[in-house]
């Protein structure tokens, strides 16, 4: 079980100060040997890698940080507000770190033992037990001062690049410091300015924590700091075991929000949308987890597909802003953010570097998160796509292993969407991983269409109405109603003639018999119908049988239902459900085998365009050479 939230107290932190003022200002720090030469060759970033090996001897260098930092700008004997901010974060980095080993030492009895050994040398196992708990403090002391500066740097730029790793030795906390602040130096050196002073700084710190990471094995003694909950308020730090928050100071959301009555159409996506919205809020930050991936239903990634023009970007509007105002509402904190063509990079590794932070930064447990991914035809490529370039295939490789990988934690605390015109050209493995499928239409009625050219036309005239209730058609509950009503006949040709032939065969379905038999039709006819594809329709009619309409009066104040503890949310969000009909099953079995029916058609009949084509084109080309042949030109 977590152990409660723990504070640390500025005594605790200020007895270390004159330790971290020592390593901001000048250290010796001791290195272990490689091959590679301290010059680089000229033109390059390379370095002259010698035949004769040095590996295991260790050197010296002086590190002087804070004069690294001031020799950003020469011509200025003061330090700017960016150069003074990297270098106070730094030392308070290092004396909160060295607070944290302090609790550590508590947590595990390190102080006992350090003033046992103290007296006399420990022996046997008490020492190997001594010398664990050593270098667990020392890991702990460097994981947590990267941890700070990830959260306190500013977040305002591009991830640099060529940043060369940390090395760090763990012999004492010190030392694991000295590693991270001999990093910080090397990188901040020839810093042309301050914007890439920051973005090497923060980029360190992160390849720092990542560095940690991958070495977090080889420490037996860290089970209690995976429990620890840390806070420091004056700063806004919060430290929970190995879980890194990218960083908790955000600039403020500037989208153009919709609100759900500008939307025309599309009744089914726009009411799981606001159903999404309300279901992030059951979210509890003290458990990190949500109501509703405890009792089912939880939307963690869906696909929107839709015709240009259907509604998609005002969809992602609509989410974002019913999202920000109940966070505000609740005090949370929203972070939204979209994954872009402009994140695709030339340089090799970075598109998936960027795509992981985008996951990561949504991710961060500490706030409500809302991801998307834009076209994502264009970019995140099909692995057979010999014409992809690498940085598509990246991202494609991230996104498949966050959205459903081995290490794919769900906490209900985010959600990720992804959107495209051509959801046929996205790789079948990564469409797969979207928990549903939102079909955006557009208006389809008569009535939608003029329920839509009164709302963009404004009042600004005196045409009248006409024979119409005006947004009749757009109550949300009566459209959501005879759009699944729909559903319980398939909408595709292909689905429908499978639907025909099991009605024949087997007639209504009555059993999970008749309704394996149903699935396994569908998947002799689409042999990208998989297991994932079943658990995805099991998850959406686990979803309708949550598919309770959260009351307005619990978000209109936090004390209403966002404020209260983990066990209550969840008790009022049972007590609203109800069991799953056969109905509900057909319906939703329909859904997502109409969505990939809907893609393998438009896939076949773009190929079968494209073959007409260039038929086309070489009819005209043989009738041009027959017409220069007689003329004497061929």
Same mark, same amino acid.
């Given at each position: 079980?977590? /152990?409660?939230?723990?504070?640390? =107290?500025?005594?605790?932190?200020?007895?270390?100060?004159?330790?971290? %003022?020592?390593?901001?200002?000048? *250290?010796?720090?001791?290195?272990?040997?490689?091959?590679?030469?301290?010059?680089?060759?000229?033109?390059?970033?390379? =370095? *002259?890698?010698?035949?004769?090996? !040095?590996?295991?001897?260790?050197?010296?260098?002086?590190?002087?940080?804070?004069?690294?930092?001031?020799?950003?700008?020469?011509?200025?004997?003061?330090?700017?507000?960016?150069?003074?901010?990297?270098?106070?974060?730094? =030392?308070?980095?290092?004396?909160?770190?060295?607070?944290?080993?302090?609790?550590?030492?508590? %947590?595990?009895?390190?102080? /006992?033992?350090?003033?046992?050994? !103290?007296?006399?040398?420990?022996?046997?196992?008490?020492?190997?037990?001594?010398?664990?708990?050593?270098?667990?403090?020392?890991?702990?002391?460097?994981?947590?001062?990267?941890?700070?500066?990830?959260?306190?740097?500013?977040?305002?730029?591009?991830?640099?690049? &060529?940043?060369?790793?940390?090395?760090?030795? @763990?012999?004492?906390?010190?030392?694991?410091?000295?590693?991270?602040?001999?990093?910080?130096?090397?990188?901040?050196?020839?810093?042309?300015?301050?914007?890439?002073?920051? !973005?090497?700084?923060?980029?360190?710190?992160?390849? +720092?924590?990542?560095?940690?990471?991958?070495?977090?094995?080889?420490?037996?003694?860290?089970?209690?700091?995976?429990?620890?909950?840390?806070?420091?308020? !004056?700063?806004?730090?919060?430290l929970n075991g190995f879980d890194v928050a990218p960083g908790a100071k955000r600039s403020k959301l500037v989208m153009q929000f919709k609100k759900p009555n500008e939307i025309i159409g599309n009744h089914i996506a726009k009411y799981q949308a606001i159903k999404l919205a309300k279901m992030l809020m059951a979210y509890d930050f003290e458990r990190q987890m949500n109501p509703f991936v405890d009792l089912g239903g939880f939307l963690f990634t869906f696909i929107g597909d839709g015709a240009p023009g259907t509604g998609k970007t005002i969809l992602i509007q609509m989410i974002a802003g019913m999202i920000n105002d109940y966070c505000q509402v609740a005090g949370y904190g929203f972070h939204y953010e979209n994954f872009g063509v402009d994140n695709i990079s030339s340089y090799q590794g970075?598109?998936?570097?960027?795509?992981?932070?985008?996951?990561?930064?949504?991710?961060?447990?500490?706030?409500?998160?809302?991801?998307?991914?834009?076209?994502?035809?264009?970019?995140?490529?099909? #692995?057979?796509?010999?014409?992809?370039?690498?940085?598509?295939?990246?991202?494609?490789? $991230?996104?498949?292993?966050?959205?459903?990988?081995?290490?794919?934690?769900?906490?209900?605390?985010?959600?990720?969407?992804? *959107?495209?015109?051509?959801?046929?050209?996205?790789?079948?493995?990564?469409? %797969?991983?979207?928990?549903?499928?939102?079909?955006?239409?557009?208006?389809?009625?008569?009535?939608?269409?003029?329920?839509?050219?009164?709302?963009?036309?404004?009042?600004?005239?005196?045409?009248?109405?006409? &024979?119409?209730?005006?947004?009749?058609?757009?109550?949300?509950?009566? +459209? $959501?109603?005879?759009?699944?009503?729909?559903?319980?006949?398939?909408?595709?040709?292909?689905?429908?003639?499978?639907?025909? =032939?099991?009605?024949?065969?087997?007639?209504?379905?009555?059993?999970?018999?008749?309704?394996?038999?149903?699935?396994?039709?569908?998947?002799?006819?689409?042999?990208?119908?998989?297991?994932?594809?079943?658990?995805?329709?099991?998850?959406?009619?686990?979803?309708?049988?949550?598919?309770?309409?959260?009351?307005?009066?619990? @978000?209109?104040?936090?004390?209403?239902?966002?404020?209260?503890?983990? &066990?209550?949310?969840?008790?009022?969000?049972?007590?609203?459900?109800?069991?799953?009909?056969?109905?509900?099953?057909?319906?939703?079995?329909?859904?997502?085998?109409?969505?990939? *029916?809907?893609?393998?058609?438009?896939?076949?009949? +773009?190929? $079968?365009?494209?073959?007409? #084509?260039?038929?086309?084109?070489?009819?005209?080309?043989?009738?041009?050479?027959? +017409?220069?042949?007689?003329?004497?030109?061929?």
């Open positions: 079980m977590d /152990a409660a939230l723990s504070t640390l =107290r500025e005594d605790d932190i200020a007895k270390h100060l004159p330790t971290a %003022q020592s390593l901001i200002t000048r *250290f010796v720090h001791v290195t272990i040997g490689d091959n590679k030469s301290k010059t680089e060759l000229a033109g390059t970033r390379r =370095r *002259f890698v010698s035949t004769v090996s !040095s590996a295991g001897a260790k050197s010296t260098n002086e590190v002087e940080l804070i004069k690294t930092i001031s020799a950003v700008n020469p011509d200025d004997a003061m330090l700017s507000i960016a150069q003074h901010g990297l270098v106070y974060k730094t =030392r308070r980095a290092v004396a909160v770190a060295l607070a944290v080993a302090d609790h550590f030492g508590e %947590q595990t009895g390190l102080d /006992a033992l350090t003033k046992k050994n !103290s007296g006399a040398a420990l022996a046997g196992e008490e020492a190997d037990r001594f010398r664990g708990l050593v270098e667990s403090s020392a890991y702990v002391a460097a994981f947590s001062a990267a941890a700070y500066l990830v959260q306190m740097l500013p977040d305002d730029a591009e991830a640099a690049s &060529d940043i060369p790793e940390p090395e760090f030795l @763990f012999d004492t906390p010190q030392d694991a410091l000295k590693g991270l602040v001999a990093a910080l130096d090397a990188c901040v050196d020839g810093a042309p300015d301050d914007k890439v002073m920051s !973005s090497r700084a923060r980029t360190c710190a992160r390849l +720092a924590i990542d560095e940690l990471l991958q070495r977090r094995a080889r420490f037996t003694a860290l089970g209690p700091f995976e429990q620890t909950h840390l806070k420091l308020e !004056s700063d806004g730090f919060e970075k598109s998936g570097q960027n795509c992981k932070q985008f996951i990561n930064n949504v991710l961060n447990p500490k706030t409500i998160g809302f991801g998307t991914v834009d076209d994502i035809d264009q970019i995140a490529a099909k #692995r057979s796509d010999d014409r992809a370039s690498a940085g598509q295939q990246e991202v494609t490789a $991230v996104l498949m292993e966050s959205f459903a990988g081995a290490n794919t934690v769900v906490r209900g605390n985010c959600s990720f969407g992804m *959107f495209s015109n051509y959801p046929e050209n996205v790789d079948d493995a990564l469409r %797969q991983r979207a928990g549903a499928r939102w079909l955006v239409d557009g208006p389809q009625t008569r009535d939608d269409y003029i329920d839509i050219f009164a709302l963009l036309a404004g009042k600004n005239h005196k045409i009248p109405l006409g &024979d119409h209730e005006l947004f009749e058609a757009q109550v949300i509950q009566k +459209a $959501v109603g005879e759009a699944y009503e729909q559903l319980s006949k398939p909408q595709e040709d292909g689905l429908e003639k499978v639907y025909v =032939r099991f009605m024949d065969e087997v007639g209504e379905p009555k059993t999970m018999a008749d309704v394996g038999t149903y699935l396994h039709m569908i998947k002799e006819a689409e042999p990208r119908f998989t297991g994932r594809a079943i658990k995805n329709i099991t998850d959406a009619i686990k979803m309708r049988a949550m598919d309770i309409e959260l009351p307005d009066e619990w @978000f209109e104040a936090p004390e209403a239902f966002m404020h209260k503890d983990y &066990d209550t949310k969840r008790d009022m969000i049972a007590e609203l459900r109800s069991p799953f009909t056969m109905d509900m099953v057909m319906q939703e079995i329909n859904r997502y085998a109409d969505s990939e *029916f809907r893609y393998t058609d438009k896939s076949d009949n +773009a190929a $079968v365009e494209e073959i007409i #084509r260039r038929e086309r084109q070489r009819e005209k080309a043989v009738g041009e050479i027959e +017409a220069m042949k007689k003329e004497g030109r061929w």
